[in-house]
Every structure is written in C-alpha cells, then in structure tokens.
C-alpha cells in the first residue's frame, strides 16, 4: 500500500489543458507501477494511461493517446498526467493508483491496481 493524493483537476474550456499531479508518501514509489483512471457520472471507472516503474513504457487508451502523456518523477515521489486539447468528454473525477504486480505490463484492468487517491475533479466546458 502506498498512500496517494491527486491534485491539479478544475475547471477548463475545450481544447484548453491541466496537469494532474499523484504525490505517494513512503520510500517505495519508485517500486511501483503507476496509472490514472477516470470515472463519469453513471460510468465505470476507466484506465486513462499507466507507466513503467522506471519510467521507460508508457500505456494510453485510445481515446486519450496523443492528447494525454504520463510521466514520473521518481526523485518527488511523482506522477502527473499532462492533458491538452481536452474535450468536454474528459469530464470526469481522474484517479491514481499503484500496480499491485511488480510485473506490471499494461493491464488496463482496474483491478490490476490498488492503493486509490482520493481523486481529482476535471470538467471541460464546451
């Protein structure tokens, strides 16, 4: 288990963009697997994107892929989500969550995650 807390969600117009921040406390971040979820009102919750332990793979749900870019900081204890061109569709409180698999290979499954944030509220005018 590793503690998270989400920050950086508001308010924003279409095509405009917000930086997500994870920040886990503790001395084993770096040994996790990290990735961000969403969730709509009425809607399961949804895998966003996910990235290695160190850093060098990055996964994208197509709907997000090109638009979304996840990236760590191991030093901060880190995880942010960089969004631009967002569409009103991305409304959604965005989550963060630790890979419970030291094998972590993309798993897009949000069972294949413990450890939740809090969450992060987004919300795209049109």
């Known amino acids: 288990q590793v503690p998270l807390v989400e920050s950086g969600g508001g308010l924003v117009q279409a095509g405009g963009s917000l930086r997500l921040s994870c920040a886990a406390s503790?001395?084993?971040?770096?040994?996790?697997?990290m990735g961000w979820f969403r969730q709509a009102p009425g809607k399961e919750r949804e895998f966003v994107a996910a990235?290695?332990?160190?850093?060098?793979?990055?996964y994208y749900a197509d709907s997000v892929k090109g638009r979304f870019t996840i990236s760590r900081d191991n030093a901060k204890n880190t995880v942010f989500l960089q969004m631009n061109s967002l569409h009103p569709e991305d409304t959604a409180v965005y989550y963060c969550?630790?890979?419970?698999?030291?094998?972590?290979?993309?798993?897009?499954?949000?069972?294949?995650?413990?450890?939740w944030g809090q969450g992060t509220q987004v919300t795209v005018s049109s």
């Open positions: 990235i290695t332990k160190s850093g060098g793979w990055q």
């Open positions: 969550a630790a890979a419970l698999s030291n094998l972590y290979s993309g798993s897009k499954d949000p069972g294949a995650f413990g450890s």
């Open positions: 503790g001395r084993t971040f770096s040994s996790y697997a």
